[in-house]
């Protein structure tokens, strides 16, 4: 390829990344499933503006591969595996087995040898580490129960990578040297191979754990940050080099060295450093993917091709959904888990490529398990889409799961609905003052683990009027919603406001335009979640900067109050938007005014009352 043929395959995956990422997320579809289509756009079998030969672009996803795996590498720390080892071991080992084994046997049906269909197996039973991780993380799902079984399953993956490969070619009936000519061990038998590999991801293990430290520590030394980022790519192109003369791929070799810099105290600064490049780098790796998909098999068996795709993912759906259950996920938890994990991954490319070249799968094979691969990570995000919006608010809303609690309190004087992060902290400071509050939740799951730690939480839709009845709202002095749902919070604000009239209602807004909904839903008392946090946290930045105590307390109350009235005059115009930033600057300059003549009266005449006695202040 020459210099221009380069710089215009650059120019066009970059804009196809550009283009297609905003567009998706506007779409709600997620930024993969947007690389994914934009890939089969401007791919080979479509547009053709890329990998005309069809390798070209193989060649990007390997690269995509090789970088994503590393960043993945680098967070495999030894002491988070030991805190995950229950479900990476058991859940994650598993996964591989029992799907690997489903899938196998039915390769083996559709008349596979048998040594393909285990191959083929172990290749399908791998899901997308980076599809799974980058879609959880941008609907804030990767830290919740589901997630962490995700990432745990993901992370077992990954590292059977290691003996998958070590074990293919002692299936192989034979070599094929001409798809590994670069390799040391190609006419070696595949006892031998096996061990050669072994023994060099032991040299790097080893190699990486005494020589790691000292190296990154002479080059911090030199205080040049692009010689420390320097290093860190030698380390993964050399360990990537040794990994091809073995004769496994380079995106094990950056893996593994990815595991080896996890120790390294240096690690934070290297995910700072290649931070910025992780997303444009998945994004490529996600164009080349659906660029790579072979329209032609897919126009020439269509109902082959899709009966395929359906059924891999319905096997493991079915397997996974069974695993989670079978370690206790509750229903929402084991729908999000399985919707999320039923699709192939990028190292089914990696060892589908491998496995050819042992001559363990024929080139129809390949491309039909590369397809079928291909197919169900362009379908990944629209499963999660799915599980977020057809099945989970069927869980949340307790048509699967359970009937509303049965209420038996008398003399409610508050109601709280919701006990998340929020609720429960009004909730200990009413029982702190010896309030008594009757509490509503909606997730079976948060209520079971409260009432193991000795909260009475009730089961229910605090949006039901009946519901709110039974708690007690006829006679309640105040209803407190703190529900992690805005929309629900005004459903709630609406029944409240028309069966009980005279009841007080406190809610929890997301941000300012949540604000404005509620006021102008009839809320008197809106309290924004970050708020009073952040003015507090302001106060105490004043009082470190020097200002006087009593002047940053009234600095920060008189703020807080201006800010109030601001809001509520604000709250008619949510529609307006100019409006809106008319008044944001009205508000600002006039605020400006009244503490700047507030700094001057304080500092005429001091409250020394407000001061910490100290040395100096008894001495004068």
């Known amino acids: 390829m020459n210099p221009q043929d380069l710089l215009l395959g650059a120019f066009i995956y970059l804009a196809a990344a550009v283009v297609a990422a905003p567009v998706a997320t506007r779409l709600g579809l997620g930024s993969v499933l947007g690389y994914l289509v934009a890939g089969m756009v401007i791919g080979p079998s479509l547009l053709g503006l890329v990998g005309e030969e069809g390798e070209n672009v193989m060649h990007f996803a390997e690269f995509g591969v090789v970088v994503m795996l590393f960043l993945v590498g680098l967070e495999l720390q030894p002491s988070r595996l030991w805190e995950l080892r229950r479900p990476i071991i058991g859940l994650g080992g598993l996964q591989v087995v029992v799907t690997a084994l489903a899938l196998g046997g039915g390769a083996l049906a559709m008349g596979f040898g048998w040594k393909a269909a285990v191959a083929t197996g172990l290749i399908l039973a791998m899901s997308s580490t980076a599809i799974v991780l980058q879609s959880l993380n941008e609907r804030g799902l990767l830290k919740t129960s589901a997630g962490q079984s995700c990432f745990s399953v993901l992370l077992f993956q990954d590292i059977a990578v290691i003996p998958i490969l070590a074990l293919l070619p002692l299936l192989a009936a034979a070599q094929a040297h001409d798809t590994h000519d670069t390799s040391l061990i190609g006419d070696l038998p595949g006892w031998a191979q096996t061990l050669a590999v072994l023994a060099a991801v032991a040299v790097v293990v080893l190699a990486g754990r005494f ?110 959904f069974l695993l989670a259950r079978l370690f206790g996920m509750g229903m929402p938890d084991a729908s999000r888990f399985s919707f999320a994990l039923a699709q192939g991954g990028e190292f089914a490319f990696v060892l589908i490529s491998f496995a050819a070249g042992l001559a363990l799968l024929d080139p129809a094979q390949a491309g039909l398990l590369v397809a079928v691969v291909a197919l169900s990570m362009a379908m990944a995000p629209l499963l999660m889409i799915f599980d977020a919006r057809v099945l989970q608010p069927r869980f949340a809303s307790g048509g699967e799961t359970r009937d509303d609690d049965h209420i038996d309190e008398t003399g409610t004087r508050v109601i709280i609905a919701g006990h998340g992060r929020y609720g429960m902290t009004v909730g200990r400071l009413l029982q702190a003052s010896g309030i008594r509050a009757v509490v509503l939740d909606h997730d079976a799951e948060q209520i079971d683990a409260l009432r193991k730690f000795g909260y009475k939480v009730y089961y229910g839709d605090a949006s039901r009027a009946d519901l709110l009845e039974a708690a007690g709202a006829a006679e309640a002095r105040a209803l407190v919603i703190a529900v992690d749902d805005r929309e ?103 605020i400006e005014r009244v503490l700047a003549t507030d700094m001057g009266g304080a500092a005429q005449s001091p409250d020394h009352g407000w001061e910490a006695p100290d040395a100096t202040r008894s001495e004068s």
């Open 211 to 320: 020589l790691t430290r000292p190296l990154f520590r002479l080059v911090a030394n030199t205080r040049m940050r692009e010689v420390f980022v320097g290093l860190a790519l030698v380390m993964v192109v050399g360990i990537a080099l040794l990994m091809q003369l073995v004769g496994l791929s380079a995106a094990l070799g950056t893996f593994l060295a990815g595991v080896v810099l996890a120790e390294s105290e240096y690690r934070h600064e290297l995910e700072m450093d290649l931070e910025p490049f992780k997303g444009l780098l998945l994004a490529v790796f996600f164009i080349a993917v659906g660029a790579g998909i072979d329209f032609s098999l897919l126009l020439g068996q269509p109902l082959l091709v899709l009966g395929l795709v359906i059924g891999f993912i319905v096997v493991k759906l079915a397997v996974l």
């Open 488 to 590: 629900k919070a005004l459903e709630i604000v609406e029944t409240a406001r028309r069966h009980f009239p005279n009841l007080r209602i406190l809610a929890r807004a997301f941000d300012r335009v949540h604000a404005y909904k509620l006021l102008n839903a009839g809320v008197e008392d809106v309290h924004r979640e970050v708020f009073a946090s952040s003015v507090d946290m302001g106060e105490q930045l004043l009082v470190r900067l020097g200002l006087h105590p009593f002047e940053a307390r009234r600095a920060a109350q008189r703020f807080k109050a201006h800010d109030e009235t601001l809001i509520r005059r604000a709250a008619r115009h949510v529609d307006d938007t100019q409006r809106l930033i008319d008044l944001a600057r009205q508000g600002s300059e006039e």
